[in-house]
């Protein structure tokens, strides 16, 4: 190493012993720990050779660029680690079975949607790891390759998928926790309904709509008021109709539905828009669940909401 400093006019003997050997005071050890301290903040030699030579030399500039450089090696290191990391839950059998993953997520990284689409359904014979899938879901924008994504992550079933999607949930995007809630729904599992009532309060109405919808199709009770709020705001009301009608199978569940949408009535008595919804809510519910609510409003002061009750009415169950 000293050598080499010698040779690059870096740090000099001050002079050599008889033997040839050379020989340094102490301002050239000082000089040696100066090139060494420089060295130690990634400056190559001939940076460092400029620092210590250059009086006039701005270290601002170039600490700047080397903060810019080091974040960029960290950001590729974790991207190995976490590759490494991808094929090591994969449990690989022989080196064919590392070439098929290290395949998988060169595809599932490509700028190009049909892709990456087609890396997930050819690597169906492929052991994919739970948490690879459940990275590209929260980070897949394309509704083809999303879709493709979580019917693979809803096979692979598993609590090891849920909790890696429930990080997903408290992301500070809302698009990225609607990835995350949607992809949820289609998971088998009793533990996801856990991690999707705490999406029932989100702020956003495109997070907590689809996580009512899916807990009430599993029958949660929690839901009413969320499905209710998207009959009222037409955010997929349609689909949270279809919803409120099958948990009103159950007589205990029916009477919170029916009052829930009695109530949002009598607060929108002069929104006709809202009214008509909320009228064809009821009409989803099943048998004689809130037909008294539609005789009613076969009456109603507006004419237009009393017609299409009376119409709903004579309709056949």
């Not at 030579?53 to 903060?67: M, T």
């Not at 009456?299 to 309709?315: E, H, I, K, N, P």
């Given at each position: 190493?000293?050598?080499?400093?010698?040779?690059?006019?870096?740090?000099?003997?001050?002079?050599?012993?008889?033997?040839?050997?050379?020989?340094?005071?102490?301002?050239?050890?000082?000089?040696?720990?100066?090139?060494?301290?420089?060295?130690?903040?990634?400056?190559?030699?001939?940076?460092?050779?400029?620092?210590l030579e250059d009086p006039g030399f701005e270290p601002a500039a170039l600490i700047g660029e080397l903060i810019l450089w080091a974040e960029d090696?960290?950001?590729?290191?974790?991207?190995?680690?976490?590759?490494?990391?991808?094929?090591?839950?994969?449990?690989?059998?022989?080196?064919?079975?590392?070439?098929?993953?290290?395949?998988?997520?060169?595809?599932?990284?490509?700028?190009?949607?049909?892709?990456?689409?087609?890396?997930?359904?050819?690597?169906?014979?492929?052991?994919?790891?739970?948490?690879?899938?459940?990275?590209?879901?929260?980070?897949?924008?394309?509704?083809?390759?999303?879709?493709?994504?979580?019917?693979?992550?809803?096979?692979?079933?598993?609590?090891?998928?849920?909790?890696?999607?429930?990080?997903?949930?408290?992301?500070?995007?809302?698009?990225?926790?609607?990835?995350?809630?949607?992809?949820?729904?289609?998971?088998?599992?009793?533990?996801?309904?856990?991690?999707?009532?705490?999406?029932?309060?989100?702020?956003?109405?495109?997070?907590?709509?689809?996580?009512?919808?899916?807990?009430g199709s599993r029958g949660v009770v929690g839901a009413v008021p969320v499905l209710v709020g998207m009959v009222v705001d037409g955010v997929n009301d349609v689909e949270a109709a279809e919803v409120l009608g099958e948990l009103a199978v159950d007589p205990g569940r029916a009477d919170?539905?029916?009052?829930?949408?009695?109530?949002?009535?009598?607060?929108?008595?002069?929104?006709?828009?809202?009214?008509?919804?909320?009228?064809?809510?009821?009409?989803?519910?099943?048998?004689?669940?809130?037909?008294?609510?539609?005789?009613?409003?076969?009456?109603?002061?507006?004419?237009?909401?009393?017609?299409?009750?009376?119409?709903?009415?004579?309709?056949?169950?």
């Amino acid at each position: 190493m000293l050598r080499h400093y010698e040779s690059l006019g870096l740090v000099r003997p001050t002079g050599r012993t008889v033997g040839g050997y050379r020989e340094y005071r102490a301002e050239d050890l000082r000089r040696i720990f100066e090139v060494e301290a420089l060295r130690s903040l990634g400056l190559s030699l001939r940076q460092v050779g400029q620092a210590l030579e250059d009086p006039g030399f701005e270290p601002a500039a170039l600490i700047g660029e080397l903060i810019l450089w080091a974040e960029d090696r960290v950001r590729r290191e974790r991207e190995l680690l976490e590759r490494l990391r991808a094929v090591d839950a994969s449990s690989p059998a022989g080196w064919p079975d590392v070439l098929r993953i290290v395949e998988l997520m060169r595809g599932l990284g490509s700028p190009d949607a049909a892709r990456r689409q087609q890396a997930v359904l050819a690597g169906e014979d492929v052991p994919v790891p739970v948490e690879l899938l459940a990275g590209a879901v929260l980070a897949e924008a394309d509704p083809n390759v999303a879709g493709a994504l979580r019917w693979a992550l809803a096979r692979s079933g598993g609590g090891e998928g849920v909790s890696s999607l429930a990080v997903g949930v408290s992301s500070g995007d809302a698009a990225v926790r609607r990835r995350a809630v949607v992809a949820l729904g289609e998971m088998p599992g009793d533990e996801v309904v856990a991690v999707l009532a705490d999406a029932l309060g989100d702020v956003e109405v495109s997070v907590r709509g689809p996580a009512a919808l899916a807990l009430g199709s599993r029958g949660v009770v929690g839901a009413v008021p969320v499905l209710v709020g998207m009959v009222v705001d037409g955010v997929n009301d349609v689909e949270a109709a279809e919803v409120l009608g099958e948990l009103a199978v159950d007589p205990g569940r029916a009477d919170l539905i029916v009052g829930a949408l009695a109530g949002e009535l009598a607060a929108h008595a002069g929104d006709r828009a809202v009214r008509f919804r909320l009228v064809q809510a009821l009409a989803e519910l099943p048998g004689e669940v809130g037909r008294g609510l539609l005789v009613e409003l076969a009456g109603d002061g507006d004419r237009a909401v009393a017609l299409f009750a009376g119409t709903l009415l004579r309709r056949p169950v």
